[in-house]
């Protein structure tokens, strides 16, 4: 198994409404889905999944949707909402400014000083 | 916000849905975990096991879900609610007390916040009631709404607003026919437009519609309101039609207006209304009357977008072009302040009669009831304290196994809100049982007020946010208190903390408090109290005591004008004839009964200061002034020699002969009275007494003019003949059973006479003052029954703090009688504990009552705010009371029986 990484506060967030914005899924989907995106690297809590789904469902930024699943039951499928995709979009432009800083804050080498 | 209050809601409204779907939701997921671990080789058990460890517990996850829809604080709620409801109900003797004292306090709020909404603050039920203004004349306290038809005429041809209409529903007492005689009903008369333009609210049928109240042949038309048509005709739809017969005339019912819409004027309900122009056919120049201002009331609806200064210029202009023409300028360039400028009036909540006279009485209730309120408050927070201190143990409890005081504190504003609310809904009920109670108060006199005090929305909503203010108020601090608590000594030792009698507790400051306010409330009633006696007991200059009235009408269409110089002469010989009677008589006005007639005089050699000058004038037969008991100073009184052929003599009050005439005899000196066609010199014969003739509250009396009814005399208002309507007065040796007697057969001796003449408002003289002194009245009685309140709930709480005291010293006093102390001394000491608090209360109160007793000072009639009488006899009164309520706990100190109270705890 890769080695996981433990995920910083407000992320798991922001993976949701990325994992949702792909395709509609359910929760165990939600979960699968975003440790195939992120190459098996994050590891999420099975625990603190649903209460941030619901949460993010009560912010209105995703709705649910009863729907079949593959081997036929009955499973509430997560949609992104507009109000989400506007949050995903300035998540993510903060997330890929702070890693750029933080990437070229721990490169720096005693020369650039 | 809006997205999350919606989810909320949803979320609770469907609550086992919520519940159930997130059951699935967690099953669907442990299942499909499971699945893909069987397809990775994992056996079927370990396989759910496994997703079930990996899951985390199903239960905390559930709750976090929950937390996250905002679900907890509800759950916390309600749970605070179930667990308050079993507390409370588990001591029920708490409960009941802590209920009543605030159900009589909020009670005593929604009664007269009810009465407060009926005067002062709704809004007329009809189409945007703030675009209407009453057109009237000089701004500010001047302002009077007196006006004239050809007045109302110019301002509707003006165009200046959307609508103009104009109405009168002073004194219109409707006699209608029916099967078992006649009814007198309360009606109007109005212009044809109305209800279109005030957008009066009809149930059935219609307003009117004409336009034209100057037709020759007027429809004869009638609206009723809904209370006449539930009363007449039982509601029926087939109303619309059917016909009312007024002075032989039929109108024909075309509609019913809503139960809400009573009439412009508040307490006022037109049952009848008919249109202005049915005035004409009686009154042919009613509608072209130039010269005389009179209750005429004039209505402008503001055009969308208009601002009420643009229509107020405009209208002013129209005004003085008005007064200035030759007819009216004698008004409006007399000496008096008044027709100076138009003045727009906002008739939103109706026409102000009711609420000028009302609102600072009401203002002065509202804070008694707010103080009542107060001491009911401190008796529910000294209870809670008192609870809160057996309840400390529990609170140490729960704090040690790690509740949140915050949640604590919660948990004990949810218990005092619901005794709030309870004590609030319980309020509601003595509040409406109450109210009609106090609006018979009103209806003393010959004219009704009827107010409407059905409860509504903002009674409703005044009554709950008093009781949530006060669920608030006095549950925060025994809260806080409460939670304060040093975990070890509560939980150490069985509660009995502070044991030391005479410590000034936190329960004898409230209780002093509450004996402070009760000073204050109880001198305010004192003072109202004593104003009103002091104008029962006030000597107006005429006797009240053994003498009955009543009036007389013989207007009807079948009496003719000629008859009735005899029928009043035949009626007083009969009147006379009857037992016990000592004097009867026959005047067109009688001391203080809402009449008013004020005439132009010109005295040769007299110059005034102030121009045209006014006399209060009345029309008597010569027993007039026995009957009243008005002594003659001067000259001769009337005789039956002064009838009509004879020279025109007049009796004249003190206070005229001074003002006219100075130190000079009045005796044969002459005067003029009236204006116009209406002028007649009189000569004065003598001079009587003063008499408060208009009011009772006057520096000076008034300066009157009397004449005699056999030499007549045209009244101000042209058609009515001076002998169509008197009042028969009638004064007896003083038995209380021939003022009975002679009431019951006043009907009949006016109708063995004649059977057109129609009798009405028989009452004695006293009762006509009771009708004078109405807001004197109610303020008394009510505040009487604040002060009575507010009495009650202090004594109740000093009794509870005590007795409680007491209970927690048992122990304390048992040693002390065990070691020898003498009953006497324990009683002497607990009493003496009861009136360390009462003293310090009362002389706060008294500092209190000083201050805020200037507030009520207009109210007040032949006695200072300040006065000490009043004063010292509330702060008698309550020492009394509380030392009653103090003796009962000090005895049960003295009593106590030191084996039993060494042996307990």
């Given amino acids: ?113 | 916000m809006l997205t999350r209050l919606r989810s909320l809601g949803a979320t609770l409204f469907r609550r086992d849905r919520f519940e159930s779907a997130m059951r699935d939701e967690m099953q669907f997921h442990l299942d499909a975990y499971a699945d893909d671990l069987v397809a990775a080789g994992v056996p079927r058990q370990e396989a759910d096991r496994r997703a079930r460890v990996e899951f985390g517990g199903t239960e905390r996850v559930k709750e976090e879900c929950r937390q996250a829809r905002g679900l907890r604080i509800v759950d916390e709620l309600r749970q605070d609610v179930r667990y308050g409801w079993r507390s409370m109900s588990k001591a029920p003797a708490f409960t009941t007390a802590a209920v009543l004292s605030i159900a009589l306090g909020i009670g005593a709020n929604t009664a007269i916040f009810t009465l407060m909404d009926a005067v002062l603050l709704r809004s007329m039920p009809i189409r945007d009631p703030g675009e209407l203004y009453f057109i009237g004349h000089d701004p500010g306290a001047n302002a009077s709404m007196s006006a004239n038809y050809p007045m109302f005429e110019r301002y509707r041809d003006a165009g200046i607003f959307g609508g103009v209409t104009v109405y009168d529903t002073r004194g219109q007492g409707f006699r209608v026919a029916t099967e078992d005689g006649a009814d007198t009903v309360d009606g109007q008369f109005v212009s044809g437009n109305y209800h279109a333009v005030l957008g009066v609210p009809i149930v059935l049928g219609r307003g009117f519609t004409s336009e034209q109240d100057r037709a020759a042949s007027p429809d004869l038309v009638a609206v009723i309101s809904d209370h006449y048509w539930a009363r007449r005709f039982g509601r029926s739809p087939d109303v619309l039609g059917k016909t009312v017969t007024i002075r032989e005339r039929k109108f024909t019912i075309v509609g019913v207006s809503a139960a809400a819409f009573y009439s412009l004027d508040p307490g006022v309900r037109a049952d009848i209304t008919l249109p202005i122009s049915v005035r004409a056919l009686d009154d042919k120049e009613f509608l072209d009357n130039h010269t005389g201002f009179i209750s005429l009331r004039i209505v402008g609806r503001l055009r969308k977008g208009m601002r009420e200064t643009q229509a107020l210029a405009a209208t002013d202009t129209v005004f003085h072009q008005y007064m200035s023409e030759p007819e009216q300028r004698w008004v409006y360039e007399g000496a008096s302040k008044s027709f100076r400028a138009a003045a727009l009036i906002p008739a939103a909540r109706g026409t102000g009669d009711l609420r000028r006279q009302y609102t600072t009485p009401l203002n002065v209730l509202m804070g008694m009831v707010a103080l009542v309120l107060l001491i009911g408050c401190a008796n529910v927070a000294n209870l809670l304290l008192a609870r809160a201190a057996a309840r400390s143990k529990e609170v140490a409890v729960r704090l040690g196994v790690g509740a949140g005081r915050a949640r604590l504190v919660r948990q004990f504003l949810t218990e005092s809100l619901l005794v709030a609310l309870a004590g609030g809904a319980l309020g509601l009920v003595l509040a409406f049982a109450s109210a009609r109670a106090i609006v018979s108060l009103f209806n003393v006199g010959p004219i009704s007020v009827l107010l409407d005090v059905n409860p509504n929305a903002t009674v409703l909503t005044f009554t709950t946010l008093v009781s949530v203010a006060t669920g608030i108020a006095f549950g925060l601090v025994p809260a806080l208190r409460a939670t304060r608590i040093e975990l070890s000594p509560a939980l150490k030792e069985n509660g009995g903390a502070d044991a030391h009698g005479g410590r000034w507790t936190t329960g004898k400051t409230l209780v002093a408090g509450q004996l402070a306010i009760c000073v204050v409330v109880i001198a305010v009633a004192g003072l109202l109290v004593r104003t009103l006696q002091n104008l029962k007991t006030l000597d107006a200059g005429f006797r009240k005591d053994h003498v009955l009235l009543y009036d007389v009408d013989t207007t009807a269409v079948g009496f003719s004008t000629e008859r009735r110089p005899a029928f009043w002469a035949e009626l007083v010989e009969r009147v006379r004839a009857r037992p016990g009677v000592v004097s009867a008589s026959l005047s067109r006005r009688t001391p203080i009964d809402f009449s008013m007639e004020f005439r132009r005089i010109e005295v040769p050699g007299f110059q005034s200061k102030e121009g045209i000058t006014g006399v209060s004038t009345n029309v008597v037969t010569p027993e007039y002034f026995a009957t009243f008991g008005i002594g003659l100073l001067r000259g001769r009184g009337f005789t039956a020699q002064d009838h009509a052929q004879a020279p025109k003599v007049a009796l004249v009050s003190a206070a005229m002969a001074r003002f006219f005439y100075g130190d000079d005899d009045p005796i044969g000196r002459s005067f003029i009275l009236g204006g116009g066609r209406l002028r007649d010199t009189w000569t004065i014969v003598g001079v009587i007494e003063d008499v408060r003739q208009e009011r009772l509250r006057t520096s000076e009396p008034t300066r009157m003019v009397y004449t005699p009814l056999a030499q007549g005399t045209r009244g101000l208002d042209p058609r009515s003949d001076t002998l169509a309507r008197l009042t028969v007065e009638i004064r007896t040796a003083g038995d209380s059973d021939q003022l009975t007697a002679l009431a019951t057969s006043a009907r009949g001796d006016a109708r063995a006479l004649n059977k057109d003449a129609v009798v009405s408002y028989v009452r004695t003289m006293n009762e006509q003052i009771d009708a004078a002194l109405i807001k004197e009245n109610v303020l008394a009685t009510l505040s009487t029954a604040f002060g009575a309140l507010a009495l009650i709930l202090s004594a109740v709480g000093l009794y509870g703090v005590m007795a409680y005291g007491v209970a927690r010293r048992t122990r304390e006093i048992g040693i002390r009688l065990a070691l020898g102390a003498a009953r006497s001394t324990v009683l002497w000491q607990t009493l003496r504990d009861t009136f360390s608090v009462a003293a310090t209360g009362i002389m706060t109160g008294i500092g209190g009552a000083l201050l805020l007793a200037e507030s009520v000072k207009v109210l007040l009639f032949g006695l200072e705010p300040r006065d000490p009488l009043t004063l010292v006899g509330s702060a008698s009164i309550l020492l009394v009371t509380t030392l009653l309520a103090g003796y009962l706990p000090a005895r049960k100190a003295a009593a106590v029986d030191p084996m039993q109270a060494l042996r307990t705890e």
């Fill in chain 1, 1 to 113: 198994m890769a080695k996981t990484a433990d995920l910083l506060p407000g992320t798991l967030d922001l993976l949701i409404l990325k994992a949702v914005s792909l395709k509609p899924l359910h929760g165990y989907g939600v979960l699968l889905r975003i440790q195939q995106i992120s190459g098996n690297a994050l590891e999420i809590p099975q625990g603190s999944l649903y209460p941030a789904l619901y949460r993010l469902e009560h912010q209105g930024l995703i709705t649910a949707e009863w729907g079949e699943s593959d081997n036929k039951r009955k499973a509430k499928y997560y949609t992104v909402t507009t109000a989400g995709r506007r949050r995903l979009r300035e998540e993510t432009e903060g997330w890929r400014r702070l890693a750029t800083a933080m990437a070229a804050a721990l490169d720096a080498t005693p020369d650039e000083v």
